[in-house]
């Protein structure tokens, strides 16, 4: 079968043949329907090196997947071939409380999970080939009703991770708050809508592109604000009394976009860290209002996939998705760089 690898650090991606996976006892294999291109790829391919994360190439690209049981291994029970499904994409060990809870990306025994950290596409063999091997069967969530595999699979990284970071701030997301969005990319675009499906706040919407703010507003975006230096201010001038927004989530991450975000916060407030572009923000007693949380956060949990599809499922959240197929791959991350994307880019072998 034909698959998408990267073949080492600073590396571009490379379409090659390689062999059919099968399915080994407790394995399941997935014929890829759908497997999206995230921006953290191009973060592998350009900005990693040896010693960043706990896993080095080759290995096949795509940890955003969904598509239909093709192969199940000895022991799986309750799958059936041809049965659409979701790829959860964190791997971890599956025995520690954290795994036990379905929280993987925080696996405590990473030395005892398929690879430490990651998943496939993320250190293992990913979605972006004909199939793909899932080392445990349970991290297969069967589709629900009225969702297909190039719907479903940006929901599983682009949809679940602004989820994650959205659901742990929802107590902050009462009638009367604000919410700011910064990046409307592929995670943002579709946080836009989470926010707006599962919260009562005013949502404001921040990105550099004008077709970014455009697909906010599509979104449900309430504000959209192109970002520049006196974004911090806009916002504040947003929200009742000027006093700030209840709730940053920054899906960029960097230097100037933490600095924006904290400029923005109200007291008590959250800011959230999604975006890998390695800014750092400096943290003092002066420097952040008042009993400010910061948070990185990443990927998300295995119930919050379950409810983030149920989100999909009911037409409450739908990424904007551009399909490409498997041998146009390397033109989507092209795209992806040059921000010429809207929503998101999957890629449809
Ligand atoms: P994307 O390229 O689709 O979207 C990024 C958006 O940010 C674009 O719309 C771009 O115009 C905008 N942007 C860039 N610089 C900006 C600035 N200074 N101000 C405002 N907007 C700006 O990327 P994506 O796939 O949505 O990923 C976003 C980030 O999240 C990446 O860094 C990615 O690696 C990271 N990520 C993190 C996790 C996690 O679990 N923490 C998961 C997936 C992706
Ligand atoms: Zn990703
Ligand atoms: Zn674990």
Not at 17 to 37: F, K, N, S
Not at 49 to 66: D, K, Q, R
Not at 100 to 127: I, S, T
Not at 286 to 307: C, D, H, K
Request: aromatic share 6%.
């Amino acid at each position: 079968m034909r698959a998408l690898r990267l073949p080492g650090w600073k590396s571009e991606p490379e379409l090659v043949e390689v062999a059919e996976p099968t399915a080994g006892p407790g394995q399941v294999v997935v014929r890829i329907g759908g497997a999206g291109a995230c921006h953290s790829d191009l973060h592998l391919m350009h900005d990693f090196e040896a010693g960043a994360v706990p896993w080095n190439p080759p290995f096949t690209l795509g940890h955003e997947n969904a598509g239909w049981v093709h192969d199940l291994g000895a022991g799986v029970t309750g799958l059936e071939v041809g049965q659409p499904v979701a790829v959860y994409g964190a791997w971890g060990c599956g025995t520690c409380d954290r795994c036990r809870v379905g929280v993987d990306p925080y696996c405590e025994n990473p030395a005892a999970a398929p690879v430490p950290g990651g998943g496939g596409g993320l250190g293992l063999d990913g979605g972006m080939a004909e199939y793909e091997l899932v080392p445990d069967a349970r991290h297969i969530v069967p589709l629900p009703e009225g969702l297909d595999p190039v719907q479903a699979a940006p929901l599983t990284d682009a949809g679940l991770t602004p989820y994650h970071a959205i659901r742990r701030s929802w107590h902050k997301l009462a009638p009367g708050s604000t919410a700011v969005v910064i990046g409307v990319g592929g995670l943002g675009h579709v946080g836009v809508q989470i926010l707006k499906a599962t919260t009562a706040a005013r949502v404001i919407a921040v990105d550099t592109r004008p077709e970014a703010l455009k697909l906010a507003e599509e979104c449900g975006a309430d504000l959209t604000l192109r970002s520049g230096e006196g974004t911090a201010q806009e916002i504040r001038a947003a929200t009742p009394g000027g006093r700030g927004a209840d709730v940053v989530l920054d899906f960029v991450g960097a230097d100037a976009t933490l600095r924006l975000g904290a400029a923005a916060a109200r007291t008590l407030g959250d800011l959230t860290i999604v975006g890998i572009a390695g800014g750092t923000l400096p943290v003092s007693f002066f420097s952040v209002p008042y009993e400010v949380s910061i948070q990185t956060t990443y990927w998300g949990s295995r119930p919050e996939l379950i409810e983030v599809l149920d989100l999909g499922a009911r037409g409450l959240v739908r990424p904007k998705t551009t399909t490409f197929p498997l041998d146009r791959a390397v033109d989507a991350y092209r795209r992806l760089q040059d921000g010429s994307v809207e929503g998101r880019a999957v890629i449809v072998p």
